[in-house]
């Protein structure tokens, strides 16, 4: 199954929440606002070949944490294509493939007996 947000309850405790990061710096972000809205958090790290961040909070503290985790997101935006070749070639097939179809459509409209 395809997870859209980076949190989940907790697989042993039903009574926490796990956030999870692939970036430290959005990590030490998450932590940073936890520990301004005084809130206990639990932190752990996994390194299975790429670098996982966990932060595990109480499910009653879970509308701050979630509020925390919007904050700490949004100031760390990354891209979504870090190559910028690779996005600047996916860029250039999107517009070929619109101007050919954008193409096809005045032809069959504008030129078609």
Known sequence: MLNFLNYQTH??????????????DIY???QNELKNHHK??????EDDGSKTYYVIVK???FDTASACNVTALSSHKKPF?????????I??????ATLFALTGY???HFFNP
Do not use: G, N, Q, W
């Not at 206990?40 to 790290?45: A, D, K, L, R, W």
């Not at 860029?91 to 070929?96: E, K, P, V």
């Open 91 to 96: 860029m250039t097939i999107f517009i070929l």
């Open 81 to 89: 294509l870090a190559d910028k070749a690779l996005r600047i070639f």
């Open 11 to 24: 697989p042993h405790y039903r009574d926490k929440i796990v956030f999870y990061y692939r970036y430290h």
């Open 106 to 108: 005045i032809v069959t």
């Open 40 to 45: 206990s958090f639990e932190t752990t790290e």
């Open 59 to 61: 499910a009653s503290d």
């Open 28 to 30: 030490t972000s998450m």
